[in-house]
C-alpha cells in the first residue's frame, strides 16, 4: 500500500515512521510519503490561505495550491488514491472503515487547517472521478488534520497482512464481533490485593469464553448501548440473551 499525506507540517507525521508502522515500512508493505502543501506555492510569503467569502472568522486554504499539490502527488504513481480529508463534518470514520480502506491500494490524506479548504478542491477531485472520503474521528474539532492522519493511519496499517505479528489479535479486535472488548489480566495472580478471577486460571476454555463473552456483553451495554442495539439479531445467542 501506498499513503501519501499533503500537510503544512509535514514534521508532525514523523510519528509514523516510528515502531510497528516504522517496521512495515522498512518490510515494504507501506510506502510513506509525506508532502509539504507550501512547495506548491509561488509567493514570496507561500500563503496557503486567504479570507472566506461571505465573511466570518478565520481563514479558508485556497484551492489554486491544493489543486496543484493534488495533482502532483496524484502523477506520483499510477495507482487512483482514495482520497481522504479528516474534518470534524465528515462521515464517522470506524474499524469499518478502517478495514474497506486497507484493501486500497493507494490512500491520499490531504490534512486541513485553518477554517478548512476551499470546497472547489473535493467537487473538482471528485468531478474528475476521483474517490474522495471527507471522514470524522469523532465529535470534536481540532486544529488540523494531522493529528487524525496519524490515528487512521494506524487504524488501517495495523490490517494489513504481515503487519501484526499475531493477526489473530486484529481478527479479535473491539468491535470486531460488534462488542467492546471485556477486561484483561496477566501474572501475577494477586496484585495489591487483587485477584485474577477465578475463571481464567480454571483451564476451562468453555467456561473462560463464556465468562469473557459476559464480561464484553456487560461492557457493551454500559458504556455503548448503541452498539448493542445496533447488532443484527443473529449476532446474540440464547445464552447471550441469558446474560
Ligand atoms: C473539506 O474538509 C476540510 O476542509 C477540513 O478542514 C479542517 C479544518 C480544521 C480542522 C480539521 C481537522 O479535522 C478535525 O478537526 C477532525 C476530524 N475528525 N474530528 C475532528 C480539518
Redesign the pocket.
Known sequence: MRIDVITIFPGYLAPLREALLGRAIAAGLVDLDVHDLRDWTHDVHQAVDDAPYGGGPGMVMRPQVWGEALDAVLARDARTPRIV??????RPFTQATAQEWAGAERLLFAC??????D?RV?DDARGRGLPVD?V???D??????EA?VLVMVEAVVRLLPGVLGNPASAEQDSFSDGLLEGPAYTRPETWRGLAVPEVLRSGNHAAIARWRRDRALERTAQRRPDLLAALPERALDKADRAF
Open positions: 480529508v479528516p474534518t470534524p463534518a465528515g486541513g487547517r485553518y477554517e478548512g479548504i470546497q473535493v471527507e470524522s474521528i469523532g470534536y474539532v481540532l486544529v488540523g488534520g487524525a
